[in-house]
């Protein structure tokens, strides 16, 4: 069965500074990869997902994440943090013919100004 | 865009009650979704359906049951109300006839049990 890990419970970051997420995940092949952004209140968006090819995807909000096998990896990146990035972000895996992706416990980002 | 729209943004039940939460989505999506979000627990699958009349269990189905008589909607049932079903409770669907085609979420229920 595939897992998820992400590591980190919180990060906090200062406004302006660069921000990674890590998601690690456990699947013999290649999974099919998506993050998820949850603001306060809210219901989760999806942000991006990788499926197969090209391993660096660009999603919404300036997000971008990179596909690692050799790690089994799928790190949420972003240059630039705006305040309006603090959240809740959910890494999930679904594996070849599911429908059905299991979720990380999250990881709750806080910005500093 | 799909929209997810769950009937209640904030509900208050009393212990021993039976309670619905609903969920419809207007994307013609086959495959629907009941998760219950806890902090430090993330997302827990309770039931999921992919077809009008069908069902199958998550992870966590006990005290909960559902019911798919359309659709375009998904009834999440709380049978006899207790209070460890505190909770939120997100309701998702997809497509079904696509593999692994991302899910799209409600805004959730913040459902108190007293």
């Known amino acids: 069965a595939q897992s998820v890990t992400q590591p980190d419970i919180h990060i906090t970051v200062s406004e302006g500074a660069s921000l990674e997420l890590r998601c690690n995940y456990s699947?013999?092949?290649?999974?099919?990869l998506f993050w998820y952004v949850q603001s306060p209140g809210q219901g989760l968006q999806l942000l991006l997902k990788?499926?197969?090819?090209?391993?660096l995807v660009q999603g919404i909000k300036g997000f971008e994440a990179e596909f690692k096998r050799s790690q089994s990896s799928f790190n949420l990146r972003k240059p630039s943090v705006h305040w309006s990035d603090a959240a809740e972000y959910f890494c999930?895996?679904?594996?070849?013919?599911?429908?059905?992706?299991?979720f990380g416990r999250g990881t709750s980002l806080i910005v500093h100004p | 865009d799909v929209k997810v729209t769950q009937s209640s943004r904030y509900l208050v039940k009393r212990t021993g009650e039976k309670v619905f939460l609903e969920c419809v989505q207007d994307?013609?999506?086959?495959?629907m979704f009941w998760y219950r979000q806890d902090p430090g627990l993330g997302l827990r699958l309770i039931y999921f359906?992919?077809?009008?009349?069908?069902?199958e269990k998550g992870d966590i189905p006990e005290g909960y049951s559902v019911s798919r008589e359309k659709k375009e909607r998904f009834s999440l049932i709380l049978e006899s109300a207790s209070t460890n079903q505190t909770s939120m409770y997100l309701c998702?669907?997809?497509?079904?006839?696509?593999?692994?085609?991302?899910?799209?979420f409600g805004d959730g229920t913040r459902l108190s049990i007293l």
């Open positions: 998702a669907s997809s497509f079904g006839d696509r593999n692994n085609q991302p899910q799209h």
């Open positions: 699947y013999g092949a290649t999974p099919y």
């Open positions: 990788y499926f197969s090819g090209d391993t």
């Open positions: 999930a895996v679904a594996t070849g013919g599911s429908y059905i992706p299991t």
């Open positions: 994307m013609d999506h086959e495959n």
């Open positions: 359906s992919y077809d009008v009349k069908m069902k």
